[in-house]
Every structure is written in C-alpha cells, then in structure tokens.
C-alpha cells in the first residue's frame, strides 16, 4: 500500500490502476469540490474517479482478429450496439467488459481515440488465469452483444508541450502491455513529438500488433527474451547504461510486474525522469501478515497468507467470487464483513461503505479473523 517511491521520478496522478493508491489526498479532494461546483469539470480534467461513467451500455462484436502469432491475442473491434456514436476516450483508458457468465474484466482501449463509431480491446488467452479471458477467446464471437461500463482512465498521458514540461516520450511496453501504449503512440507521431520505444515479449510469435508497428519504423526496438535474454534498465529506458535515461525524459510503461518493480527502483533517486506505469497483475502483497476469515454461509475457515490477496485466498474455496481488476480501482470484489477488524487498502470505498463493513477483498487486508458475509 505504502507504494509511493519518494524521492524518485515524478510520477502523475494517478500513474496506474494500481496507483490509485498514490494520489494525492488534495488532489483527490479538490479534483471532487470543483466537480461539485462545477460540473463540467469531470469530463475535463485528468483526474477522473474510477466510479465516473459507470452506466453500462451494450455494445456488438464487429470484428475479431488474430494479433499474434501464436494464435493467443484477439482483438476486438466494438461498435453501439444501436448505432449510435461511443463516448470519446483519451489514450491510456480502460472499459469493463461484462462476460455473459457474470464475470467483469478490464481491458484498455487500443484503437484510435479520434473516431467515436468503434472501440477496440485486446485480449491474451491466460489458460490458469481467472477464466474471463478463455471466456472471451472461447465464447465470444462476431455478431455477438456484450455489456460494457466505461471508458475511464487511470493511465492518462501528458504530452511534452501539451501539459508536460519533458522532452522526450519514451514507451515501454512488454506482451500485452502495449494495449494501452497502441493510442499514446499515435498520439505522439500525429502530433510530431519526440518519443522512442522498447517493446518486449517472450519471443517474436507472442508479440501482439507487430505488423501494426511497422508504420513507426525504427522509433521501436523489439527485443525478446528467447533471442536477447532479459533488457538491462538502461535498454529498457533507452538511457546511457553508466548515466541512465537522459534528463527530461517521460516514461509511459505497461507490463509484467517484475519489469515495473525493476524501473522503479532503477529510476527511485532520478527526479528529473518522469515515470507512468499500469499494471495488469495484482501488485505484491507490501507489509503483509497471515490472518483468517470465516464465510457466514459455510463457516468454512480459511488462512490468508502473509503474500497473498485475501481475494486469493477466497477463490482456493469459491472460484467463482467475483473480481476485475485485482488492484482496488473496479470494486467487483466488494464483500461485507460482519465481525474482525479491516486494514482497509484502497482508495475506492466510500467512509459510509467503510463503515457498514464493506471492503475490497483483492487489496484490503485484516488483523486476526475476520468474518465475512458470503
Ligand atoms: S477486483 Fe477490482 S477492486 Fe477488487
């Protein structure tokens, strides 16, 4: 919880899903009194709450596409499912996706920003993931509707002269981490701005968009593990591998947790590098300890792990408990608890919510046992 990395790179509110744990109280709290003085605010600012334009709308498959080679990322092309124009999105921004079997997942926009006729989301089958993405590869098809909420954005991207003072873009994308850097790219090149970029992967056949990325030449170096072995952060950044990345330059990264824990640390004692960051896995459990719960319908008793979720902990006994984003930003996992203390980790939760119980399973952690309402 305790993630924010100061001193260190600056880093914009909110960096990632995750970081929702990072903004700043202030923020948060003037970011709500202008909103409430003045209501255009919301669809202006940057700061947006994860809970805005939660309503959902049903939207039509139109296309599906292989974007791999390996056969295991589809992209999805959505369009209203009436017809009518989608509501605008900026790069870095998200959609639930509500799955015909009850699930929620979050998957970022990937298409392009400028035209309100279609959204577009990737999707990488994860055969021991949750089950939402077989559930897209295995179920959904063209023609089909789907339900979905959004878009938000929790990955918002300021540009050099355009709301930043940097100089230099550089992406880091790794896998499927490129889904929410596809739109900062096009963004970027339309508007001529200085930027590189490092994508990396596994291997070649497991790159999702590469023939996409042709258009953009030699501003991106691919590199993957079966070829290159691992990047050093100096070739992750593009930097000097003795001085780093050069002063002034942004970062904008998405992918496997290891490779963002490695940038923050590589980048913790260089305030003049910005660095943005999503994650599309849960965040390591900081300051953890074991605890229990009790579920009110079974009485069943289940230890939580001092590194684990208590979300985790949950599906070893009901794999079907509900959840998205695993990082406290969607509330799909929001439970009541009847008895035991909360430690609650989560920037989302209302005090009135807090109050009768309620807590996020995927972040929120207890002392002792706790009982909950399931
Ligand atoms: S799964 Fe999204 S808040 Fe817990």
Redesign the pocket.
Known sequence: MNDRYAPGPQVTEPPSLNGRWQRDPALRFGTKLLKTWFPLWGSMSPLRDGAENDSTLLVRIVARTKVAEDENVIALTLADANGGPLPMWRAGAHLDLLLPSGRMR?YSLCGDPATSDYYRIAVRRIPNGGGGSTEVHDTLTIGDTVKIKGPRNAFPIALPGFGSTATHLRFIAGGIGITPILPMLASAERLGLNWSMMYTGRSLDSIPFRDELTQYGDKITIRTDDTHGLPTMAELTGGSPTTGPAPGTAIYTCGPVPMLEGLRTYLRDRPDIELHYERFSPPPVENGNDFTIRLTSTNDEITVAANESM?TALRRVNPAV?????????????IRATAGTIDHR?M?LTDTERDQGYL????SRATGQLTLDI
Request: aromatic residues 10%.
């Open positions: 979050e979300l509900p959840y998205s984003c695993q990082q406290g930003f969607c509330g799909t996992c929001k989560d989302t996020l399973t995927c972040v």
